[in-house]
């Protein structure tokens, strides 16, 4: 359990953070665990009243995750103009959104065929290409 606070630790540090013991707890429930997820700040925010017996405020749940974001810890994906999810897994895949359930699902590469653009701006190179695919109950 210590190298992990010590790399937690460090992960604050390099995000530009202090590593108090609040976001060290957020820490320990972002990437203590074995699987990767997905959360939204709301949930998040239940996920660590649920685990810890201290209060964390939402704005520093928020913080703490954007910093992650600017550091390449956690990837955000934008499912429509009002709703935001992150997701521990940094790697380039796709994801299904349930909109019944508001849950994004991962979607491996093995699972789809390449994606091919055939559109080109000029100067710039397409550095990733993630899919968002929309579903419902019908």
Known sequence: MM????????????????????RI?????????????????????????QKTNEKISLATIYNTVHAFLGKGYLKQIAVNSEQSYYDTNVSDHHHFYDEDKN????IHDCEV??????????????????????????
């Open 3 to 22: 190298s992990n606070n010590l790399d937690f630790v460090a992960k604050l540090r390099n995000s530009g953070l202090r590593p108090t013991r609040q």
């Open 25 to 49: 707890k957020i820490c320990e429930i972002l990437f203590g665990g074995k699987e990767t997820f997905h959360f939204s700040i709301n949930e998040l925010s239940k996920i660590v009243a």
């Open 103 to 106: 849950q994004l699902i991962d």
């Open 113 to 138: 065929e390449p994606v091919k653009i055939n559109k080109k701006i000029p100067g710039k190179k397409i550095k990733s290409i993630e899919v968002l695919v929309k579903v419902q109950n019908n």
